[in-house]
């Protein structure tokens, strides 16, 4: 392997290990809200992201494509306003440096062109998959109940004024921004579709004969 593969190869997997670690850390801080995925679930999905198409395209020997989720990891590490991200910056680094180095697949300047094309094009579904997850968003109440199995999470009606407690919860929350049905679906579609144009052949034309 040519050290510019080594370098983007090491950049993927670093971002796949940080994301393995933003995930356990948002595991680890708080307590647990009513999402419709576990945050930490989706955090270490949306973040593991530019690391599996950057394996795909390295294998494929795709260097546009490496670009590509190179890009999509530096946009990612600006997600959280504490900074925690910014770490991101290092896998997306290595990958936008070692993309230059990436040996090319054969073709001529069409399937060149339309690689090119494909690597934007998977750009905006990982930079969307992100942003549907954690911008479409719902708003919830819930209340914990005590039960024979344990204490138990129960939705409760959403209100932004003062609230009472249900008899016989033993606590009650609000929030806003919680995971939605409506963002991981899209997300889902959105990633799984980046994967694929990831790993999709590019059609040659036939040389004449």
Do not use: K
């Not at 409760?156 to 008899?167: I, K, M, N, R």
């Not at 799984?192 to 004449?208: E, H, K």
């Amino acid at each position: 392997m040519r050290p510019g593969s080594r370098l983007a190869r090491l950049g993927a997997l670093t971002q796949l290990v940080f994301a393995l670690l933003i995930g356990g850390v948002s595991g680890l801080a708080g307590d647990p809200e009513p999402d419709f995925v576990p945050r930490p679930v989706v955090l270490l999905a949306i973040f593991a992201l530019p690391g599996l198409v950057g394996l795909l395209a390295i294998a494929r020997h795709r260097p546009a494509m490496v670009l590509a989720a190179g890009i999509a990891s530096a946009v990612g590490s600006f997600v959280a306003f504490s900074g925690v991200t910014l770490i991101f910056l290092v896998p997306a680094s290595l990958m936008l440096i070692g993309a230059a180095r990436v040996p090319a697949e054969a073709g001529d300047w069409r399937s060149r062109a339309v690689g090119a094309a494909r690597a934007f094009l998977v750009v905006i579904l990982m930079v969307g998959a992100g942003g549907s997850a954690l911008l479409i968003t719902d708003a919830r109440c819930w209340t914990w109940r005590e039960t024979p199995s344990g204490v138990v999470m129960e939705p409760a009606p959403f209100s932004t004024g003062e609230v009472e407690v249900p008899l016989g919860s033993t606590g009650y929350g609000c929030a806003n921004g919680l995971i939605s049905a409506r963002g991981v679906v899209l997300a889902s579609a959105l990633g799984l579709a980046a994967i694929g144009l990831a790993a999709l052949p590019v059609r040659r034309r036939r040389a004449a004969d």
